[in-house]
């Protein structure tokens, strides 16, 4: 257990922007691929979200054959589009679990593949040459190769699952996306308090938000002021808006930084990129 304990977890981010892949210069530093993070400990894979970031981890992944399991929050475009380009799931004898939202009685599986496949997309789970194990999702808690894992459902249309991974070593991980949070929400202030690390939904500054109130994102500045509240270490702002540039991401967190330091607050804040990595 003490080894365990003196273990960390990888942080990964390979895909950070929200609704739709957005690729230009003004976007390069932060990255334009939709949703994906993985989370590596003790040779497992974690991963949240299929959306075209997955592609570049599933190169890596193949070359390794590790154990892979993937959560999806819900089955917007943005976060699945990559799923059929993750180059595990045609791997044959790859074990992979996938994990997703059932509603109104119809399995995850089902859900999914109604969406991949002809004519919308030529291949689908039928294709796959991987051994997966399904698993439909609503809000419970069961444990995944000694990991806890927890999903609640969060405000979103159409509704979608944000995911709370507790390791061995203690650190408790946070993964909510497309999640409009309300300031007032008292029962996902007690469920993310003391989180060692949240990766939330941050796609509207208060401007934009006033225009986009029912599209199911929160404002940067709410989930900032949330997470103090909720004695958070460490916070990501993620799922940037496809519209949002490199310069914008930043003026956003110069002020999240302000606010932290005007409370005497030790919470680390960042921006989520493509590419980041780092220890918890």
């Not at 942080?11 to 990255?31: A, C, H, N």
């Not at 974690?46 to 590790?66: E, F, N, P, V, Y």
């Amino acid at each position: 257990m003490k080894a365990a304990k003196n273990k960390r977890v990888k942080v990964s981010f390979w895909g950070v922007r929200g609704s739709v892949p957005s690729y230009d210069l003004k976007t390069k530093r932060y990255g334009g691929n939709t949703s994906c993070v993985s989370l590596e400990f003790e040779g497992r894979h974690l991963i949240c979200d299929a959306g075209t970031g997955i592609r570049s981890l599933g190169h890596k992944l193949a070359k390794k054959r590790a154990s892979i399991s993937l959560f999806i929050s819900h089955l917007h475009w943005d976060h699945i589009f990559g799923l059929p380009f993750f180059e595990p799931i045609y791997q044959k004898g790859q074990k992979i679990l996938v994990a997703g939202p059932t509603q109104k009685g119809v399995s995850f599986k089902k859900e999914l593949a109604y969406v991949l496949r002809a004519p919308y997309f030529p291949i689908g789970p039928r294709d796959w040459e991987s051994h997966v194990q399904w698993k439909d999702l609503k809000q419970e808690s069961f444990k995944v190769d000694g990991v806890k894992v927890e999903s609640r459902w969060v405000n979103h249309p159409d509704g979608a699952l944000g995911f709370q991974f507790i390791f061995s070593n203690g650190k408790r991980i946070f993964y909510v996306t497309d999640h409009n949070l309300d300031k007032n929400n008292k029962k996902f202030f007690s469920w993310i308090k003391n989180a060692d690390l949240l990766i939330h939904d941050s796609q509207f500054d208060k401007k934009e938000y006033a225009l986009k109130k029912d599209w199911g994102h929160s404002t940067y500045e709410t989930v900032v002021d949330f997470a103090l509240k909720a004695n958070v270490k460490q916070l990501v702002l993620f799922h940037h808006d496809p519209n949002a540039n490199d310069r914008q991401l930043e003026k956003r967190l110069k002020n999240c930084h302000k606010k932290i330091k005007s409370l005497k607050s030790k919470m680390k804040c960042l921006l989520a990129q493509e590419g980041l990595s780092f220890l918890v």
